[in-house]
Structures are given as structure tokens and as C-alpha cells.
């Protein structure tokens, strides 16, 4: 098994467009900066989308800028599209994300494009990224997303997946990761699918899990996923972003938690809890009344407990 | 890893000794007989600690006389003792566990007795039970509990917990479990724990975990568990309970979760999910207020879920 794991904290991107209120500017530089003093090495700090679509990011293009003055940090976007990549490259992000839904009925009624059209559309960043010099060329990755199981298709059968996973990577991306949109993974499953997609694409193209934690099962996942030797997993601070569709059920997982669990075991993650914890502070006087979720927060750190030396 | 897993309910017993309100005798049998119904094989009732003590636990005789007509239900009762363990074999339980603390020091402030007077203890019930007919003798086992680390002394040796295992072997009880708690074990040191004790005193003789979800880790433990070849979780219905050091945070792992995860992963426990999911109803209406836990219970069971075929 991996004896160090990255993290890559998603709260400012993934977990703040699906809450209601616009975080202020500054409060999401503060946050980011914390979290990058407690040692996190990556964060996906907005999204380029049209801002009428979602307000909550529309200061992205400001938060890359700041971001990219702190050193030590991989300053990752996610774009929707060609338009997206477009912006983000200009604006010199470390690394774009593009989702791409394995059903294409989430597909189509999310971005109102079948399989093939976003096929071309990977294909048509990665070729915009290719004639990137190569000192300023952001590392370009697709997230398979609802790759555990759709809301509105139920299961995704594994082959259509190793078929896409496929399909991205002639399209010119760099890796892909796989992510548990709808909460539905469970152990089993993400050792089988991981296991496939690697076994197709390469061992070093999937290096990546994005879970939700919906039905509690987000850190049985990534113990699945670190002995098939995934190496980097998204969370969000305080789980921030709740589960749309289950009211009270947390989204991401939660990176306190992981954190801790990954220090226990004796993998390196480069982050002081301690410091970590006390980023919640900021979050939750930027969002007062947002529920943040996480337990060890709650119950504190073991007697004795010691993190891995870096 | 295993097909099947036994699920052990502790919520009559760990969890309600939690909760300071006394839950009325009819709705304990309501309760007992509803999660039979939903296919649980196995569920510690009650307590034969004295009802000064535990007012909680005071009709722990009545509770196992009704379970005992039950059918296809194993009626475990915890003992603290030999008076314990009397009063259990009269009542005729089909299983006994007696809690061994790891940490001296926490065995010593919790029921006033070091580790050799607590061996002696164990022989001394063991010898009770082998005297038994065997058409009515129950089976009798330890938990090791504070396994994976005590709120007073820190972590605890894996050579002492190897040690205590096999003296309580020595000491002639059936099998041993490992319980962690005080929520502090994480997924490495389940593995590399459950490995040390099967190896010392044979692979059939530690088949339990009891695990807590003090710091969101549970499931990813009970995962750790399966791949070390445990084949029964104790769990309690909506983690009732909580965990007294720390108010919010949960204390046992969530029955309803974990049959949700094994299911997910083709292990079948012979639970139906909907059923099991409505016995929530009756703990909620006979303990109003009283926090109830569990992440499945609110976001619903994926789309084109399917249990395992018993």
C-alpha cells in the first residue's frame, strides 16, 4: 500500500456551489490559504462556469490569481467545457477537471451533450492544451463522474465505463479519476471498477476517487481504493455542501476525517490536523448556520495519537 | 472473503445503557421482535449488571425470557461477572459475553479488578458453563475491549492484547472478540490485530468486532475486519447511544449502514434493509428526541439496489 497519499481539498469548488449563499472573496482566500498552511497540496478552488449558472463561482477567475501566489500548491479548476478551459488557461490554473458523466442520461440532461459530443469536447481541450508551451501547460484530467450509479439510470454497467475511460484517454487527457457523484459506491465496487479501468487504461492513468460520503460509506471506499493503490482523494472541509437530494445526508467526505484515518494508519499526508481543524473557524463564520459535518471534530484527536513523519 | 456475515444488534444492551432515560420493558420486546422480523440472527438484550447500577438494564430477565420464544434469534446477554453469569445461565441466554478491559488501568477504575483477578473471573464463569448440560450450556465469549486504545493509558501493546487473548483462551472460554471502545481504531491496525491474535490463538477463535464510529472510521474498519476473515459486527440500530465523552459524536456503528455496505458488496446478512429501516419508528417514538444516527436511513437505498439472494 501507498506510505503517502494526496489530498485534494474540493470544499471551495465542489462543496460551495451546492450552497444556496455566495461565500465572499475574501473568506474563500482565507480559507484557502489556511488550508494550504496546514500542508494541503492541492485545491480545486472554483469552477469556470457561466457565473449566471452557478454565482457562487463567479469570482473563480480572482481565486486562481491569489491562489497561485501561495507556495507549496497546486491550484486546480474545473471546467465544463472548451469555454472553460479557455478561461482557466489564461488565468494559468495548475491543473483543469473536466466531468464526464457515465450515463448519458445525466449527461444529456446535465449539459445537454450525449457521450460523443463530450468526447469531441474532451478532445478539443486537449488539443488546446497541447499547443500550450509546455512551462505554462495545465495538467488536464477527465472525472468519470456518476461511476458508481446514477440517480436516474441506476447502475452503469463497468464495460460502458473501461469503454469511456478508454475513449477520454485517446482523446488526448492525461488521466482520469472516477467519481462517486451520487453516493452510491461501496468497497466491493471500487476495487473491481478501479481494478478494470486500470487494467485498460494503464496503471498510472487513474490515480484518483472523488466519493461522497451519502450513505456513510465514503471511508470504507477509500480503504478500497488505497490497497488498489489509488494515490489522491478529493474531500472537502466539514463535508461542506450537504447531499442535494437528502436533506441532512453529507456530500463529499469529509477531509478532517480522512486525514485522520490516513495518519493513523501510517500514510503520510503532509497535513497537521491540528492546524486543519481550526480551519473550520473560518467556514463557519463565512456560512454561520451551514452545517459542517465530520466526526473527528467532534471527539478530538486518541490520547497519544501521532501523525506520520513527513 | 466471507459470503455471509452475522449481525450482532447491541442496541438493546450498548445502546441504551447510553441514554440516561429507562426504555419501557413493551417497547424493548417491540423493538427485539421487529428487528428479528427484519432477519437480524443475533441481538444482546440486555445486561445482568445489578439495577442500581444500570436502572436501564433492570428488566434484562424479562427482556431474555420473551426473546428466548423468538424464533431463529440467538439471545446474547452481557455479564460482568460470576453473579452476572448465574443469573444469565438461569435465564437461560444462548450466549454470555463478558467485557475484558486491555487497558489495566481502565479495567481497574471500571469494575475494580486488574487483569489476573479478572482471568480469575473468566475461569471461574467458564468453569460454571462447562458444568452445564450441554443441551442448555451457552456459549461463552470475551470481548477484549479497549483493544485499539484506552482514554486513560493511550495506546495499548499489541503483545498484551496477543497475551490477555490467549490467557482468556487458557482460562476456558470459547472464542474471543476484539472491541474497540473508545472509537480509536483505524483500518491498519484492525488488520494487523485481528492478524496477531488469530495466529495465536487460532483462526476460529476470534470471528467478532465491535467496533465504534467515534471518528467516522466504522465501516472502513469493518472493512478491514472482512479481509481478515471476521464474520459477525456488532452494531446498533441508529448508532443509538451516541458516545458519552464526546455529545454529537456517534458511538456504535450504524446497523443500518453496515447492512446497506454489505449488501452493496454481495455479502448477504439475511437483513431486508426496508424492514429493518422502519424498526428505526419504534426506538424514535419510545425515546423522543433522543438522537438517532445512520446516513442510509436519510438519503434512501440507490436506484436499482438489489440485497444478495439468501
Given at each position: 500500500m501507498t506510505q503517502s497519499v494526496t489530498i485534494s481539498e474540493v470544499g471551495p469548488r465542489d462543496g460551495l456551489q451546492s450552497v444556496d449563499r455566495v461565500m465572499a472573496t475574501a473568506a474563500k482566500k482565507a480559507w484557502i490559504k489556511a488550508e494550504a498552511e496546514a500542508?494541503?497540496?492541492?485545491?480545486?478552488?472554483?469552477s469556470f462556469v457561466p457565473s449566471k449558472l452557478?454565482?457562487?463561482?463567479?469570482?473563480t477567475a480572482e481565486i486562481v490569481a491569489f491562489a497561485?501566489?501561495?507556495?507549496?500548491l497546486d491550484v486546480v479548476a474545473l471546467v465544463p467545457n472548451l469555454k472553460g478551459a479557455e478561461r482557466a488557461i489564461a488565468e494559468g490554473v495548475d491543473k483543469m477537471s473536466i466531468p464526464f458523466s457515465m450515463s448519458e442520461t445525466h449527461s444529456i440532461n446535465n449539459v445537454r451533450k450525449d457521450h460523443s459530443a463530450m468526447i469531441a469536447e474532451i478532445k478539443a481541450i486537449a488539443d488546446l492544451v497541447a499547443k500550450q508551451p509546455e512551462a505554462s501547460r495545465p495538467h488536464f484530467e477527465v472525472g468519470l463522474s456518476?461511476?458508481?450509479?446514477?440517480?436516474?439510470?441506476?447502475p452503469v454497467a463497468d464495460d460502458q465505463i473501461v469503454r469511456l475511460a478508454e475513449a477520454a484517454m485517446n482523446a488526448g487527457v492525461a488521466e482520469v479519476g472516477l467519481s462517486d457523484t451520487t453516493g452510491y459506491a461501496n468497497p466491493a465496487q471500487v476495487s473491481r471498477l478501479v481494478r478494470k479501468v486500470k487494467r485498460a487504461i494503464g496503471d498510472d492513468k487513474l490515480n484518483t476517487l472523488h466519493l461522497h460520503n451519502t450513505r456513510g460509506l465514503g471511508l470504507a471506499n477509500v480503504v478500497a481504493g488505497l490497497e488498489e493503490g489509488i494515490t489522491t482523494f478529493d474531500a472537502s472541509l466539514g463535508g461542506l455542501g450537504g447531499c442535494p437530494f437528502a436533506p441532512g445526508a453529507s456530500g463529499n467526505i469529509v477531509t478532517e476525517d480522512l486525514v485522520f484515518m490516513l495518519e493513523a494508519m501510517?500514510?503520510?499526508?503532509?497535513?497537521?490536523l491540528d492546524k486543519l481543524l481550526k480551519v473550520r473557524d473560518i467556514v463557519a463564520e463565512a456560512l454561520p448556520g451551514e452545517p459542517l459535518y465530520g466526526f473527528t471534530p467532534d471527539?478530538?484527536?486518541?490520547?497519544g495519537f501521532q501523525k506520520v513523519a513527513a
Open positions: 500542508g494541503v497540496g492541492e485545491i480545486e478552488v472554483g452557478l454565482p457562487q463561482m463567479a469570482d497561485k501566489t501561495i507556495a507549496n456518476t461511476a458508481f450509479g446514477c440517480t436516474m439510470e441506476g501510517g500514510i503520510s499526508t503532509g497535513i497537521d471527539a478530538g484527536l486518541p490520547l
